[in-house]
């Protein structure tokens, strides 16, 4: 897997878990993507908290390509159910077979059988398909795609987005003196997002844009483009790379230093994680350069805990299926009726998830705490720890 571009003749392919990992962005799904918007009001069921809530999970269970993914965002559910103190959750499983005309038929039957939340689906496409149908039905939906186009109106993307791993590295380059920048990305729909979210962050942290750079999805492409991206990102302060290890990342490492782009010179930034699958830390390119990452130290803790209920470690989705449950509970705990209505859920103060505090945002995405890190020595070494509240450093 990680030797696909170890050699410039072979082609770009993405394995299995990175296919399923794509989709779930529900990036390929944009052009059919439109949000309901709801006009005034607060949306989402009121509860009687002293009760069970219902609340139903709609996962691709007998979707065969992600059905191991779904067993693991519902595992990660259930112990997220059984780890709620002094609350009580009544999770339906409902199955969306990873097609969208299913997922949202499942969507209505929850409904109809009293559901006041959906947690749900995995891919973009049916979670657009879920908030439309229970649109009118007053109910809200926590997604797992990390789509920005299918949130706003009753749904919610719990996923994690490119703006946000974006704003906060732009953010930390800003604080240390870089000003300008040069995005790389491929060209196609991921990379075209990747550097959508990289401009609209730059624009955010006062950090100036001076090219962006695009190559087509194969190993030729990224050589022919090699002699352009390198001539721009020489011009910069850092350059900004949204390939990860299964794209053009190994490539990009290799071929940037030796067109003149000495990382010791110009810094190297990474909108996907560096440390997955653990051998890309050892790319000589990489090293000293910046990505961003969750709380480790919390997300250890899940993988164990999660291993010693279910004997083996959470797909890197799972966690998504624990953070839903958990910000259900945590507004359920507070004994409100109105817990699962939309100005609850967009409380300020955010969620204690995974990988540490996050919270969802008035347009239907989500902010999520990250810490900087960077290689040296083919380590990860922190530079900035993920921020533990919202409103300090690194927000």
Known sequence: MFAVLSAARKRLRLPRLARVAAAALGLAALAACEPIQLVGGDSGQRIDTSKPVPVALLVPKSDAGAGAVARSIENAARLAVAELDGVRIDLRVYDTAGNAATAAAQAQKAVDQGAKIILGPLFGESANAVGVQVADDNVNVLSFSNNPSIAGGNVFILGATFRNTANRLLGHAARNG????????????????????????????????????????????VVGAMPRIAAAARSSDAVFLTSNAAGALPLLAQLMPENGVNPATTQYIGLARWDVPPQTV????????????????????????????????????????FDGIAAIGALVKQGKSDALTRGALTQTAGFQGVGGVFRLLPDGTNERALAVATIRDKKVVILDPAPTRFGGAGF
């Open 178 to 221: 870089k000003r300008t920048v040069t995005v790389v990305y491929p060209n196609n729909v991921e990379g075209q997002f990747g550097n959508v979210a990289i401009r609209a962050a730059a624009a955010a942290n006062g950090i100036q844009i001076t090219a962006s750079e695009s190559f087509e999805f194969s190993q030729a492409g």
């Open 282 to 321: 050892s790319l000589a390119g990489l090293q000293n350069g910046w990505f961003a990452l969750p709380d480790q130290s919390r997300t250890n803790s899940f993988n164990s805990r999660y291993q010693a209920a279910y004997g083996a470690a959470p797909h890197p989705l799972a966690g998504l299926g």
